[in-house]
Nanobody, 123 residues
């Protein structure tokens, strides 16, 4: 059974950096798309970044542009979210989602979700 597992969350001070990982376990899984989301208590879930098959197409939300970068390893099994110059507003639970169906990806329907990794940024 395919699972997505996030790691790399931690507590850091403002201005610090973290690299989150979203790794596939449980069998061959050819991602067509991967997305990073975050949600802070009392706030709506926000889509932070995305990467599509082969890593050719990437994007990040305006709220993190210039600070966050999404990438993946050569095997495509791990997607990274590099977060630099972190701010207290970046504090949230970060989750990744993925799918191997381009139609579902285009409709923002993701069959696989990780449980999340907590990022806490103190001022």
């Amino acid at each position: 059974q395919v699972q997505l597992v996030e790691s790399g969350g931690d507590s850091v001070q403002a201005g610090g950096s973290l690299r989150l990982s979203c790794t596939t376990y449980g069998g061959p899984f050819s991602r067509d798309c991967t997305r990073w989301f975050r949600q802070a208590p009392g706030k709506e879930r926000e889509e932070v970044a995305g990467i599509d098959r082969g890593g050719d197409a990437t994007y990040v939300a305006d709220s993190v542009k210039g600070r966050f970068t999404i990438s993946q390893d050569n095997s495509g099994e791990t997607v990274y979210l590099q977060m630099n110059n972190l701010k207290p507003d970046d504090t949230a639970m970060y989750r990744c989602a993925a799918d191997n169906n381009p139609v579902r990806c285009s409709q923002r329907l993701y069959a696989w979700w990780g449980r999340g990794t907590q990022v806490t940024v103190s001022s």
